[in-house]
């Protein structure tokens, strides 16, 4: 199975004591995608509170174990439509979490997230592995 990393899965990896259920699970996991939109929040997260031991480790584990999907034509068109339609149902979504979903569908890719409230209705598969 291909899975995209949402960045609360990340942020729980890099933990001193991380949950058991997300160190299983990313034990057995070769390959990790991860949007640009992750790599975003990261920069912002690091940038607002720098912690050099965290950057050295989100670095090292970038380049062991990810790929880094871009956010194309198709996937921001992708991302507009399912907040627009979400919105209509009175679903309020953020625009990084659209795009996370639209690159999870793009790639046909099990989005892993602790906040799968936010990708119900997103017609996308997730994982959630905190439970």
Not at 10 to 18: I, K, M, T, Y
Not at 37 to 56: D, F, H, M, W
Request: proline share 3%; charged share 20%; net charge positive.
């Amino acid at each position: 199975m291909n899975y995209l990393c949402d960045t609360n899965i990340l942020s729980e990896l890099v933990r001193a004591r991380p949950n058991r259920g997300v160190l299983e699970w990313a034990g057995q996991v070769k390959v990790i995608s991860l949007s640009v939109v992750t790599v975003e929040e990261i920069a912002y997260g690091l940038s607002a509170k720098p912690n050099a031991k965290v950057q050295a480790w989100f670095d090292e584990f970038n380049e062991r174990h990810c790929q880094i999907l871009p956010i194309t034509e198709v996937i921001a068109q992708r991302g507009g439509a399912l907040r627009g339609k979400l919105r209509r149902q009175g679903q309020t979504r953020s625009q990084a979490d659209m795009l996370i979903a639209a690159t999870a569908d793009q790639h046909q890719l099990t989005l892993v997230t602790r906040n799968t409230r936010d990708f119900d209705s997103c017609g996308i598969a997730l994982l959630n592995p905190f439970s």
